[in-house]
């Protein structure tokens, strides 16, 4: 069975890119028939806070994600908090270092930072120099009763090459001698990110994991880590970064672009999910679909390798749509706005809606005293004057097919010079509804106090 998972850190909200990622993930679950998991990476106590662990169950839920296992719904694989783990991690390094294919590292945080700078002094990619890993175990024993803080270094197989098939770049190959021996628990008897997440993912079962490109460097490490202790690895995919306008990868630390911000400001959750859904992914379907829908049609063979470019109008797109599928009831709820009108209303203006604010100025605008933009204002001002006398004897008529032939007969007048003024005559603005519709809202009286109401205006 296909089990995939989301491992976020509570270091702060959701931004659009980890949000990405966790839609695939889960969309990749459901389409195989499988199931999706909830996992918190919140070893950094520094960093870690459970406003934040709240606030990302929040988004996640808002955007329309639902998991089969989880911090908060349990499940067979628990606990899904790492803070919770710490015993588990400390046992697999305990094995590894029995086995003698780990080793205490007494190396200073000074003496490290020397090496790195020499290294890149060198034009050099920096790697441990492997100084601690010569201690026999009695000296290192010493070193330890002595009190000498230490890590654990994993030790990694020289002149080997691994290869492995990543879901989204095919197939990839890494030489052991490029990476160097790693710390899989720190001084502190904590357990780094890498050690931690590819042990939580065997010993969870999970079968294929989705994640950034910036994790590419830790997938050669953790394939030797679970194959030194026997455990089975996850498929990796590594997807493109989400970037910004600069072409900066969306992060927490940046300000980047937030469910919780997007959420305040109006923008609905399927409009989302359907546009990150379509970043770095090119399904056939190309309409707004609904999350059975998405699930269909989510296939990692169209998953892209190029940086995907957070794009707000593309988003506004969808938003859109998906304002355009509400029914009446949930857009009131969306807007706040109280449909006097009722379901006709909402009828009528839903497809020149974008932003929630719309719905509210639109509200006004079909009311008893619309409120006259500027550039209604300016063509009022340059109106012939014959249209008003005219319209004023139709305002009675419904067949606006009937009113538009009388008036282009009448007044001589025809496409945006007649029906430019007659729409902002009646609603204060140029953009909406089409003018037919919009006549029809309107009772006769209406009609005419709006035409009366012009022609002043015009004079």
Partial sequence: MTRTRFAPSPTGRL???????????????????????????????????????????????WLGLRWDEGPDV??????????????IYADYSERLEKAGQAYPCFCTAEELASERAAALRKGEAPRYSGRCAALT?????????????????????????????????????????????FVIRRSDGTAPFFFANALDDALMQVTHVLRGEDHL????????????????????GHLPLVVDEAGKPLSKRNASVGLAELRVKGWLPLAIANYLFRLGHSPE??????????????????????????????????????IAGLDAEAAAAWSGVDFAPGDAFWALVRE?????????????ALGPEPPFDDGAVATLAGA?????????????????????????ERTGLGGRRLFKPLRAALTGRHDGPELARLWNWFSP??????????AAMAR
């Fill in 384 to 408: 012939d004057p014959k249209l008003w006398a005219v319209a004023a004897e139709l305002a009675g008529e419904g067949d606006f097919g009937l009113v538009a032939s009388v008036l282009r």
């Fill in 74 to 87: 349990g499940g067979p694989n628990g606990p899904y908090r790492q803070r919770d783990r710490a015993r």
């Fill in 15 to 61: 931004h659009l890119g980890n949000a990405r990622t966790a839609l695939f993930s889960a969309l990749l679950a459901v389409h195989e028939g499988g199931r999706f998991m909830l996992r918190a990476e919140d070893t950094d106590a520094a960093r870690s806070s459970e406003e934040h662990f709240e606030g990302l169950l929040e988004d996640l839920r």
């Fill in 445 to 454: 009286a209406e009609r005419m106090a709006r035409i009366e109401r012009a």
């Fill in 285 to 322: 379907e190309t309409g707004l679909l609904d999350w059975p829908g998405m699930a269909r049609a989510f296939d990692t063979g169209r998953l892209g390798r190029a940086s995907a470019h957070y794009d707000e109008a593309q988003l506004a797109h969808w938003q859109r749509l998906a």
């Fill in 217 to 236: 460097a830790n997938t050669p490490r953790q394939l030797l880590l679970l194959g030194a202790l026997e455990l089975e690895a996850p498929r990796y």
């Fill in 352 to 364: 020149n809606i974008s932003v929630r604010d719309d719905v509210a100025g639109w509200q006004k």
């Fill in 137 to 181: 175990p009695e000296q290192a024993a010493r070193r330890l009763a002595a009190g000498e803080p230490a890590s654990l270094r994993f030790r990694v197989p020289p002149g080997r090459t691994l290869t492995y098939t990543d879901i989204v770049r095919g197939e990839q190959q890494v030489d052991t001698d490029t990476l160097g021996d």
